[in-house]
């Protein structure tokens, strides 16, 4: 009996040639062929920008960003600062030793001190420190221990911080120690200068500030016309 016939083997076969019989290439794993779709259909998001809802993130693993609660700004990004400009300070609108600018004050102050630092008190305080009380501490102050000058320094201090004024010509209680009455006169003509009228108090200053608003707000604008 003859043996059953059998299919030759490939390699067999004088014409088999191996490079026309190449094995197929592997297939890629499923997670590399969804990347290679998405990256496809999506090529310049990075995996970040509309991307579809159920397709894993396949662009390029990216920096968590912590939000700070507190300022709501990103950690590692510096916030930016307001630019302080420093103003320069104004000048006292007159000098120390121009008492005779004002020379009615000037003789009120060389006689009575104690009511031009009333005066001066009670304005700088806007109301809170009258005059009465103002003057009397001053003049107390002056019969106990014959240096108002350590009372009445404080108020050149309140009232450079009021308005911006340089520490000149000498710092304040040097100035009130060794020219009293002109650091006076000169705080009360500053004040008057700036608007402030010592003489007629707070509330007289406060009265005369809304008569003039209310005069502003009745005048008639200008440029106006009658039409015909």
Known sequence: MGRPDQTPSPRMNNN????????????????EKQMVET??????NDGMVNQPVGVPNMGRPTQPT?????????????????VIINQP????????????NDGENAIITCCFPFVTFGQIAEVTDEGATSCGTGGILYGLICCLFGIPCVYSCTFRAKIRN??????????????HCFCEYCALC????????????PSIGWSGNMQRQRM??????????????MMG
């Not at 912590?66 to 307001?82: E, F, H, K, L, S």
């Open 66 to 82: 912590y939000i700070n609660p507190t300022v709501n700004q990103p950690y590692g990004v510096q916030m930016a600062r307001p």
């Open 16 to 31: 088999f040639n191996p490079m026309f019989h190449a094995q197929p290439p592997p297939e890629q794993p499923v997670y």
């Open 186 to 197: 000169q705080e009360y003509r500053e004040l008057k200068n700036r608007g402030l009228d």
């Open 89 to 100: 300070s104004s000048n006292w609108t007159s000098g120390l030793f121009d008492c005779m």
């Open 212 to 225: 003039g608003q209310q005069q502003e707000m009745m005048a008639p604008p200008m440029g106006q016309r």
């Open 39 to 44: 990256e496809q259909k999506y090529p310049n």
């Open 162 to 175: 009021k308005f911006g004024l340089p520490d000149a010509p000498a710092p304040d209680w040097t100035t």
